[in-house]
């Protein structure tokens, strides 16, 4: 199994920046990608952006292209979701999730993902 757990949620003003965390343990060897995903309310979940394990290859829903980042630390084993101008539609929760399976072009089909951490809150004013 893979645990996984988001930091750094929080309430920022549109236009500002937040950084979220997603850090694994357990069998970390397994993993293949490494995505995030959000959900806001009366909303269904879906794809931001993933990062294959090696950190060779990132993948961006196209809203967020140009303003979210997604990083690893490899010796941390954490992946870093940096996101600025922030948007009050980027108002969510975000999840962190991993796959074992190889991305096709976009990475982005929920079902692939296996492992989910608990959510951080994000919430962005106007």
């Known amino acids: 199994q893979v645990q996984l757990v988001e930091s750094g949620g929080g309430l920022v003003q549109a236009g500002g920046s937040l950084s979220l965390s997603c850090a694994a343990s357990?069998?970390?060897?397994?993993?293949?990608?490494l995505g995030w995903f959000r959900q806001a309310p009366g909303k269904e979940r879906e794809f931001v952006a993933a990062?294959?394990?090696?950190?060779?290859?990132?993948y961006y829903k196209d809203p967020v292209k140009g303003r979210f980042t997604i990083s690893k630390d490899n010796a941390k084993n954490t992946v870093s979701l940096q996101m600025n101008s922030l948007k009050p539609e980027d108002t969510a929760v975000y999840y962190c999730?991993?796959?074992?399976?190889?991305?096709?072009?976009?990475?982005?089909?929920?079902?692939?993902?296996?492992?989910w951490g608990q959510g951080t809150q994000v919430t962005v004013s106007s």
């Open positions: 357990g069998r970390t060897s397994s993993i293949y990608a």
């Open positions: 999730s991993t796959r074992r399976t190889y991305c096709s072009r976009t990475c982005d089909a929920f079902e692939s993902y296996n492992y």
């Open positions: 990062i294959t394990w090696s950190g060779g290859s990132t």
